[in-house]
């Protein structure tokens, strides 16, 4: 007990003394117990006081620790909320492209089973032409070479073989047979989906030149996507009497024309899709490859100068590079697939490599002559005044057939995208499922390189 309350329990017992001389000598005891109860009171309480003041300045220490911890945790969620971002981004290219792989092996298997169909009638005909080659003249033999017969299938050729050697029908005794066996059999070509579109590609007005805003083989994809969501979004829904969703087919046109937005523009999508596959792979067939664009190799050596300087740059600190490297991003994000794009993309991107050459070198497998090669690649490109320079007529004619059939397959999808932004303007959801996830992700990557390039430097 403090000397403070030691001086006042005294002269509370000085004054009882003097009542009790006054007083009655129970009345005083009575006081004095009180008093000397009172003070028993009071001094628990100043220890309980005092435990209290212990237990606050705990507890003030132990809260201290709490917001500490808690602003590590609060740390924690936020990286660990950057990398379900990144995850989820990752996930959705994932998802992508595992359906555009499940929607072109789909497609495989109908051509198998085309291809399958196709190698049983073929069949069927050579074992009638047998019959008729082993009792007739030689020359229905010599008719197999005509025949149209499926993609890979060998067996023509050896039986080419066999009529040039003149094993078959030369040296075969022939029985006279009625005057039909001899007769022309018609063997009639059955049309493919570039011979379906040819005509209405070569009439489409334009010079053919190609400008895209993806890649062509995310257009090829894209283009079963929205095919998809032609066919699903056509007709509204209806319940109990009443259009719930709309549909497609109420922004369709009753005028006739090309581009109009029809029941069948979905499959008419996919047709030029394996029309626009045909013709590409006629004109890479046309091309002689010491007159090749240069266009395709510029592609690869700017994605290879892209990845190895992210990766060098990314090493947890923000600094000049990696705002002058999404400075660059940003300025070319909306770049389009054209020769003078890729030229210039290739002359910046080796220009910001330059100083950085020896790091580079090596680094996950890169030559930095690709550094080099940007530049040369970059002047050749800007020496074709258009890409079909330099090749050779039959080439020249399987590009321009190439690239207006795929003039035809992007109107049609812009049609299908367009309309889904106007029928389902109260639903961004559905729109979004006819948008182009490759450009979603572009201007994503743009937002964050603007966003980095605009973020101040550390002190």
């Not at 399958?116 to 003249?137: E, K, P, V, Y």
């Amino acid at each position: 007990m403090s000397s403070k309350y030691q001086r006042q329990r005294a002269g509370i017992s000085m004054s009882a003394r003097r009542d009790a001389i006054n007083g009655s000598p129970d009345e005083a005891d009575r006081f004095l117990d009180d008093a000397a109860g009172f003070l028993d009171e009071a001094e628990r309480f100043l220890d309980g006081a005092e435990r209290f003041l212990d237990g606050a300045e705990r507890f003030l220490d132990g809260a201290e620790r709490f917001l500490d911890g808690a602003e590590r945790f609060l740390d924690g969620a936020e990286r660990f909320l950057d990398e379900a971002e990144r995850f989820l981004d990752g996930a959705e290219r994932f998802l992508d492209e595992a359906e555009r792989f499940l929607d072109e092996a789909e497609r495989f298997l109908d051509e198998a089973e085309r291809f399958l169909d196709g190698t049983a009638r073929f069949l069927d005909t050579i074992a009638g032409f047998l019959h008729c080659s082993f009792t007739s003249s030689p020359h229905h033999a010599r008719q197999l070479l005509a025949l149209p017969a499926p993609p890979r299938l060998d067996l023509l050729s050896l039986l080419a073989d066999v009529v040039n050697r003149g094993t078959l029908g030369e040296n075969v005794t022939p029985h006279e047979q009625h005057r039909s066996v001899h007769q022309e059999i018609p063997m009639p070509k059955a049309k493919t989906d570039l011979d379906l579109w040819m005509n209405e590609a070569l009439a489409a007005p334009g010079d053919g030149e190609l400008s895209l805003s993806v890649p062509l083989h995310v257009l090829f994809g894209e283009a079963v996507d929205v095919a998809r969501f032609h066919k699903t979004y056509w007709k509204p829904e209806v319940k109990d009497g009443k259009v719930v969703r709309r549909g497609l087919e109420m922004a369709a046109s009753k005028k006739k024309n090309a581009n109009t937005l029809t029941a069948k523009t979905g499959e008419e999508i996919l047709s030029l899709q394996r029309a626009a596959v045909e013709a590409g792979t006629r004109y890479l067939l046309a091309v002689d490859p010491k007159k090749a664009s240069p266009f395709e190799r510029g592609q690869v050596v700017l994605d290879e100068i892209t990845a190895t300087l992210e990766w060098l740059f990314d090493d947890g600190v923000e600094d000049e590079n990696d705002v002058r490297l999404a400075k660059l991003g940003q300025a070319h994000a909306d770049d389009p697939a054209t020769a003078d794009a890729l030229a210039l993309a290739l002359d910046d991107y080796a220009a910001l490599a330059a100083p950085h050459r020896e790091a580079m070198d090596g680094l996950g497998g890169f030559d930095a002559a690709m550094l080099d090669e940007a530049k040369d690649l970059a002047a050749a490109l800007r020496a074709h005044a258009t890409q079909s320079a330099g090749l050779g007529e039959k080439a020249r004619d399987a590009l321009l057939l190439r690239n207006k059939v795929i003039g035809l397959l992007n109107a049609r999808i812009s049609t299908v995208r367009a309309a889904a932004r106007f029928v389902f303007r109260d639903r961004p959801d559905i729109v979004r499922e006819s948008t182009s996830a490759y450009e979603r992700r572009r201007r994503a990557e743009a937002k964050r390189r603007a966003k980095k390039a605009d973020a101040p430097l550390p002190l």
